[in-house]
């Protein structure tokens, strides 16, 4: 990109915008979301009793008005979320971000140059999370077919830079300084709320953010945040949570279960938008999931939970869900485990045993999320290898097609090159087609085979030897002049082990006596 075609977004002129919007939009939120989920409530009550396409209209209509204010009260107040400030590696939240876009790796690379990967910033590791998650989005979204996403990461002076540039469509020079502001997006489907986000984020974080752009060459952010940023938090989170003395730690978990939900959506940012997905390509629930693994773990159902792991293994694997997302949604119940462990032995009072007892049981956590994880991954990959292998029979035995034409007669068509590899597969197949079928003559057209390796003629003369052993007359048709110069270089009797016709008509002519 050229120089000449940078251009800067100024921090203090967005941040005069999104303080504006902000005053509005907490009031716009808190007034007109409640009675648009009222009347969304009502609409639903209504499609149960008449069959309308218009209600299911207006349905999507309300859905798409409730996020567009969820997203405004989320930049209202970008401090919503009760999350603890805590010290974050970002070269490896990127690692993880190049993971959870697998299904767009066919036609994007990602090309990685990370130094300095030591270096951490002090922050909110789920808001910065999410907002390297939306200008991943972004970069894939704008590139229409194939391209490539290059990233960086290094420290200059005090602060961690990270650089995100795309190879898509670019962004018009006087719409750059426009980049961040509230609804103001660059696509035909979008809010521009994502951007809002990452801006809004970066600045609470004391950073800066640079767009570069050009038309038709891509589109480049760069990312500067202080690194170990001397900001407020101390990193542990106390909780507000119910706690009813003489409580076990189930029971507080079961009386806490609605604060377990949101500190575990809070946790996992990017698996929050993918609940609703997951559940309808794999029936998957992940909440409920997240409730029943925690039951195992703080009860101490080891064999349960092993079952309930590969259970879980089979389904990610049977319907090809991210394992990223997988990844990701188990760590943050690890998490939200230590949390809420913590506010319990916090508000149980402790005692001189108590500290004992703490690392005892966060130890246990640790050990059965960890064999958690250890049998999903077992049967997620032993289901994908099971998928492998009976693929790779299907692609084998279409390779090798056996058709017959008479009780005794069979034909088997080949096509493509054949190497040592198929020859192996060819002699399984039909060695055991003809002694299971007694076949007494066996036609190979190899009028479509392009090339055959000279290990695979060797093979292939071993096989119709096989054959005349077993009784059954091989024929060959379709003989390509380059594979006849092959058989003669190699100096192959051939006159004795089958009998070969000019095309598969004529063999055909022969064996239906026409």
């Known amino acids: 990109m050229k120089d000449a075609k940078n251009d800067y977004v100024n921090n203090e002129f967005h941040l005069s915008q999104l303080a504006s919007v902000g005053q509005i939009a907490a009031g716009i939120a808190h007034e007109v979301k409640n009675p648009l989920t009222a009347v969304k409530g009502f609409l639903q009550l209504l499609k149960e009793n008449h069959v309308d396409e218009y209600v299911d209209i207006a349905q999507a209509e309300l859905n798409n008005a409730i996020s567009t204010l969820e997203n405004l009260l989320h930049v209202s107040k970008p401090d919503l979320e009760d999350e603890p400030f805590q010290s974050v590696s970002m070269s490896a939240e990127l690692e993880l971000m190049s993971h959870l876009f697998q299904d767009q790796m066919y036609r994007v690379q990602i090309i990685k140059n990370f ?3 030591d270096a951490k910033v002090f922050g909110k590791r789920n808001q910065l999370k999410k907002a390297l998650f939306n200008l991943f989005k972004n970069a894939f979204e704008a590139i229409p077919d ?3 996403i290059k990233v960086e990461h290094y420290v200059q002076d005090q602060y961690i830079v990270i650089s995100i540039e795309d190879t898509g469509v670019g962004i018009p020079q006087e719409k750059v300084k426009m980049l961040g502001t509230p609804f103001f997006t660059t696509k035909i489907q979008g809010t521009g709320m994502g951007l809002t986000q990452v801006f809004s984020v970066i600045y609470q974080h004391a950073g800066n953010i640079h767009v570069q752009s050009e038309e038709n060459v891509g589109t480049k952010f760069v990312i500067m945040l202080p690194k170990e940023a001397e900001l407020a938090g101390t990193g542990v989170n106390e909780l507000a949570l119910s706690y009813t003395e003489g409580q076990q730690l189930k029971e507080f978990f079961w009386e806490n279960k609605n604060d377990f939900e949101k500190a575990l959506l809070a946790h996992a940012v990017n698996v929050e938008g993918k609940i609703e997905e997951i559940q309808n390509v794999g029936n998957i629930d992940l909440l409920a ?6 039951l195992y773990i703080v009860e101490g159902r080891e064999h349960e939970m092993i ?3 590969r259970a879980e293994g089979i389904a990610w694997a049977k319907y090809s869900l991210t394992i990223a997302f997988k990844l990701e949604w188990v760590q943050a119940i690890r998490r939200v485990l230590w949390d809420f462990l913590y506010n319990f032995d916090r508000l149980c009072g402790r005692t001189e045993d108590s500290f004992e007892r703490f690392y005892v049981q ?7 999320v ?3 994880l250890t049998y999903f991954f077992i049967s997620y990959t032993e289901y994908k290898d099971l998928v492998l292998q009976k693929q790779r029979e299907l692609v ?3 390779s090798v097609p056996i058709i017959p034409l008479t009780g005794t007669t069979c034909i088997v068509p080949l096509i493509g090159n054949i190497d040592a590899y198929r020859a192996n597969t060819i002699e399984d197949k039909v060695i055991t087609h003809v002694g299971t079928l007694r076949i007494e003559n066996l036609i190979f057209d190899l009028s479509s085979v392009a090339e055959i390796e000279n290990e695979a003629i060797l093979h292939f003369m071993r096989i119709l030897d096989g054959l005349n052993m077993m009784g059954c ?3 060959l048709t379709g003989l390509r002049p380059e594979v006849v110069k092959q058989v003669i270089r190699l100096n192959l009797p051939f006159d004795k082990k089958a009998d070969a016709k000019g095309s598969l008509q004529q063999a055909l002519a022969e064996f239906l006596g026409r």
């Open 115 to 117: 130094t300095d990967t």
């Open 146 to 148: 194939k391209g490539t």
């Open 289 to 294: 999931n997240a409730h029943r693994l925690v």
């Open 307 to 309: 079952s309930f792991a």
């Open 362 to 368: 966060e130890k246990k956590i640790n050990q059965l």
């Open 370 to 372: 960890d064999q958690f």
């Open 396 to 398: 084998e035995d279409l």
């Open 473 to 475: 007359k091989p024929v």
